[in-house]
Structures are given as structure tokens and as C-alpha cells.
């Protein structure tokens, strides 16, 4: 694949044009985005026959393979974002392609010799209340890349508390994912596979780790991190690492579902599951977005509906009753299901 010889000027001033905005909201079929520099724009932090090889070769086949993979498949319909959020049910080879296709799309994006920090910067108020200064980060950064066994990235994100953070993960797993231990939306990354270094750097990824954090376009990092703060995304995910809602969701789908074809034993056999698991959400820490007022009542109503259920099993009410109390029931996790979207 030839890229085209722009200056390097006129490729960071083109940068942002749809680059971010639309990698997430892409479907299949996936495209590889375009180089937003040339091959030696990044000269001598990242040398242009690394660049080259890195991006038409190495991105190219994550492009590939991802479409490939999702080809036929009801993934097919999925965008990029979908395939991050749902990487732990995904087909290995989806998830990975899936992750190197978006990773190294960032990755192009948050490189640059010709944009420096700013403290003035939304980001940069962000970092230096967070880690004290740029330097403490790049620290940060420096050992999560290079305490990362094998390969994969190094990451600054923004956590379901819309604070940033620093984290690490293997191959092409990133914090949006399911699997992911931290979860978030990411705004900086650096890739720590050998193939991104090899060429100039060989095996010292100590010294590629120093070179590539001086070499950072932090406007693009204040645009991903303002994004991110807004982003809908974000919501999703701090959703999602809802422990006690999703456990409660289980048993809910788990008794309710069978009710409807008149099948009641699983709720008469679960009652008592149903109550603790209603009163362990009203108990737990509710994330920052759903701690509301509306949410609050709702949760406890579940709570009373659900003590009220359990007692109605113990005095073997009917199927009739139990259906119809187990229906209210599931009509009130509906309007916490809904209020968590709005």
C-alpha cells in the first residue's frame, strides 16, 4: 500500500477530519483509516519503515481478518464498539482482529512531533490534578509498558467515575472490553508488540517507551478525552460493571421468563435467591450516573415487592397470585433498566 507524500504539516492540521469521531460508529465492512502523516512523520522517534510495515501490513490483516471472521455471521451487524463490549462471547479471532483493528487506530491518531502537552487543556487540567504532573504520568505509562509480559498496550482512560487512569492489557484486549479488570473508555495508548518497535529499537522497549511518550499529539488526546466524558459509551460501561444489577437481572430472567409460559417453579424455588439478590442492589454502591432519586425509590420498591413475593411462596400462594406479583415486579427492574438509559 503506497501513502501518499503530504508534508507533515499538512497532515497534522488534517488530523482530526472524522478520524476519532467515526471509528467507533464503524460496521462491517471495516476499513483501514487513512495514515494521518506520512511513512517518516514521526522520524527519528519511529522510523518510516517501521511506520510503513506497522500500519499497511500489521493494521492492514486486522482489518482483514476482522471482516473475514465476522463475515456470514450475526456479528456482522455489530459496530465497532458492540464488538469491544461483547469481546468475552466473541470467536477469539473476532475479538482480536477486532481490538488490533481498533487499538492501532487510536494508536496512529495520539502520535505526533508537533503537539505538546498544554496544562491549560482540559486533559491537561485532568492529568496534573490526577498525577500531580506530566512527568508523574509518563512514569505511569513507562511501567505499565514495560512490566506488561509479552505483548500488548499501555493505556490512559477514563473511568465509569469520568476520572483518568492508568492501566495495561495483553494482545489486543483493551478497557472497553467485557474481560477487561478496568474498565473505560481510552484516550492515549501505546503499543508495546514488538512490531512496533523492532526495526529502530530492537529489543530495548525501554527505550522505545521514552522515545514514543515525548511523541505524543495531546490535542488528540484532549479531544478523546473530552469526547469520552460525554460519550454514551461511558454510560454503557459503568452499566455494565454494575455487579448487583446484573446478578439481579440473572435471577429476574431466570424466574420471570418461565412464569410467562405458566411455568412458576422457578420462582417458588428461588424466592428466597430473588429477595437477597434485590436486597444486595439496595445495598451496593450505585454508580455515579444512576444515583438518583427516581433509581433510589425504584430499588426499594423492588425490595418491599420482593419480601412480599417470598413471604406469598412460603404461604404457597397460587400461580395466578405469584404470576401476577412476579409481572409488578418485573415491570419495576424494567423502569430502573430504563431510567439507567436516560
Known sequence: MKNNSHSAAIAI?????GFTTSLSAQNYPFEL????????ALEPVVDAATMEIHYSKHHAA????????????????????????YAGELDEVIRNNAGGHYNHSMFWNILSLHNPFNPQTEVGKAVT???GSLDSLKKLLNKAG?????????????????????CSSPNQDNPIMDISPERGIPVLCIDVWEHAYYLKYQNKRGDYLSAILDAINWDAVNKNYTEALGSPLLKTIEKETWTELSTFHEVMAGTFHP???????PIRERSGEFLAKAKALQS??????????EIKKSIDDLVRGANALNQMVLKKADDKSL??????????????QGLCRH
Request: hydrophobic share 35%; glycine share 8%.
Open 13 to 17: 492540521a488534517l488530523l482530526f477530519v
Open 33 to 40: 483509516p487513512k495514515l494521518p502523516y506520512a511513512y517518516n
Open 62 to 85: 486486522y482489518v482483514k481478518n476482522l471482516n473475514n471472521a465476522v463475515k456470514g455471521t450475526k456479528q456482522e451487524s455489530y459496530s465497532l464498539d458492540e464488538l469491544m463490549l
Open 129 to 131: 490534578g490526577t498525577f
Open 146 to 166: 514495560a512490566t506488561r509480559f509479552g505483548s500488548g498496550w499501555a493505556w490512559l482512560y477514563v473511568t465509569t467515575d469520568k476520572k483518568l487512569a492508568v
Open 259 to 265: 412464569s410467562e409460559d405458566g411455568d412458576l417453579k
Open 284 to 293: 451496593g454502591k450505585i454508580p455515579t450516573s444512576f444515583n438518583t432519586p
Open 323 to 336: 404470576s401476577k406479583k412476579l409481572g409488578e415486579l418485573h415491570d419495576i427492574f424494567h423502569t430502573i
